[in-house]
């Protein structure tokens, strides 16, 4: 069974910086690109960020590109996002996703989120 | 850049079909698979399509997808409507630039 955890969302001061973990297991990690993807309170879904198998290919919404860096661990089958400079509009529930697609480009499985707020 | 627009929301009685369509700003339907999300309250979003017509396993063959190149949309129906069915659907598509886009999503009211 597919199962994807996340971890390291709370409370940080506009400006501060936060580090979230995925942790992935029911299948073969290195195998698949993964995403994070974002919802903010009573919003919709929004792509935040993917990376390839091996690392060597990431990209980012325009809205996030210079403050977060997504990056893996294959050895120990886990997803993180460094996020700096945080923003009051980066409020949201992020989900880690297992992707599809020759560059990532749609999600199949999706974990069940860690709560981040950017307030003062 | 291009957008999905889904309608905000629609309702139906249970045992009746309904469809929430998709459209595609620019670029075509066609060129990039389109996937469906369900998101219930309080919970993370599930994949009820994906490659605009394809059910992962689980999912009741009582949802279908499908593309319309005339209206450059896609449409997730769902027939045979359950109370359970009540949620938010999304669809989401992605363009050669790396632009992965998600719908603004459609509440589905189950009367």
């Known amino acids: 069974e597919v199962q994807l955890v996340e971890s390291g969302g709370g409370l940080v001061q506009p400006g501060g910086s936060l580090r979230l973990s995925c942790a992935a297991s029911?299948?073969?990690?290195?195998?698949?690109?993964m995403s994070w993807v974002r919802q903010a309170p009573g919003k919709g879904l929004e792509w935040v960020a993917n990376i390839k198998q091996d690392g060597s290919e990431k990209y980012y919404v325009d809205s996030v590109k210079g403050r977060f860096t997504i990056s893996r661990d294959n050895a120990k089958n886990s997803l993180y996002l460094q996020m700096n400079s945080l923003r009051a509009e980066d409020t949201a529930v992020y989900y880690c996703?297992?992707?599809?697609?020759?560059?990532?480009?749609?999600?199949?499985?999706w974990g069940q989120g860690t709560l981040v707020t950017v307030s003062s | 850049n291009f957008m999905l627009t889904q309608p905000h929301s629609v309702s139906e009685s249970p045992g009746k079909t309904v469809t929430i369509s998709c459209t595609r700003s620019s670029g075509s339907i066609a060129s990039n698979y389109v996937q469906w999300y369900q998101q219930r309250p309080g919970s993370a979003p599930t994949t009820v399509i994906y490659e605009d017509n394809q059910r992962p396993s689980g999912v009741p063959d009582r949802f279908s997808g499908s593309i319309d190149s005339s209206s450059n949309s896609a449409s997730l129906t769902i027939s045979g409507l359950k109370t359970e069915d009540e949620a938010d659907y999304y669809c989401?598509?992605?363009?050669?630039?790396?632009?992965?886009?998600f719908g603004g999503g459609t509440k589905l009211t189950v009367l």
């Open positions: 996703a297992r992707d599809l697609g020759d560059y990532g480009d749609y999600q199949d499985y």
């Open positions: 029911g299948f073969t990690f290195s195998s698949y690109w």
């Open positions: 989401q598509s992605y363009d050669s630039s790396n632009r992965r886009v």
